[in-house]
């Protein structure tokens, strides 16, 4: 089995890297080998091993082969601003082919499961007219998105998996994780979007205490992607 997905989100800090960190548990808890990906990434930290980004390390945490960090994050930026931004600061030009073949090298280990998440959205700007969207594009990559599931996310899901399909991709499954426990209609909500999206859903994760991602995982059903020893 050598199954890749790749993560995305309906908008910034919606829990891609909590959502992708309990996948990569639950595939390691079934016994399959996990790589991951986080080719992009700001708001990083300076440390004596070099900038570091936390949503990285966490990936890194969950992957059962042996991998540098600089093989998840080969780009990594101080600013916690968009991607695009944060390169230009530092003259770096973040394009598709620059990500595409560290992200190759990470598919090419052969991980029973290999998740590549993406930064902020879909449409996350990189270098003159091209998009983060442009990578699992290049690379024919299924997608799993993650909704945060708040006031305003229906919209947000429906138009990132109707541009999901507009570029030729699959629409693997989506996560609900829960962000606001408070909003008004939460279920009515979750079963709005599971009438109008055109995939199925992996879970709902409700707001946890700790979102450590073995209690990310005992909420989501790696069965419904057919990822089995």
């Not at 595409?100 to 007219?129: H, M, S």
């Not at 983060?132 to 290049?138: F, K, R, V």
């Not at 305003?152 to 999901?164: D, P, R």
């Amino acid at each position: 089995m050598n199954a890749v997905f790749f993560i995305a989100g309906t908008d910034t800090d919606v829990g891609k890297t909590t959502i992708a960190c309990g996948l990569l548990h639950a595939a390691r808890q079934a016994g399959l080998s996990t790589a991951a990906a986080k080719p992009v990434a700001s708001g990083c930290s300076q440390t004596a091993h070099g900038l570091r980004n936390a949503d990285a390390l966490a990936l890194l945490g969950e992957c059962s082969l042996a991998l540098d960090y600089a093989e998840v994050n080969p780009f990594a930026f101080a600013p916690a601003i968009a991607p695009h931004l944060a390169a230009r600061e530092v003259g770096v030009r973040l394009d598709v082919e620059a990500l595409r073949g560290p992200v190759q090298a990470i598919l090419d280990k052969g991980a029973d499961v290999t998740l590549v998440e993406g930064a902020g959205g879909w449409r996350v700007p990189l270098f003159g007219a091209a998009s983060l969207s442009d990578l699992p594009i290049a690379l024919q990559l299924p997608v799993i998105l993650v909704v945060g599931l708040r006031l305003g996310c229906i919209n947000h899901a429906l138009l990132s998996a109707e541009a999901i399909a507009r570029d030729g991709l699959q629409l693997a499954g989506w996560v609900a994780n829960v962000l606001d426990a408070q909003c008004a209609q939460l279920d009515a909500i979750h079963a709005t979007l599971l009438e109008r999206l055109p995939a199925p859903c992996l879970g709902q994760v409700p707001r946890l205490a700790e979102a450590s991602p073995a209690a990310v995982a005992a909420h989501l059903h790696l069965d419904v992607l057919g990822l089995t020893v």
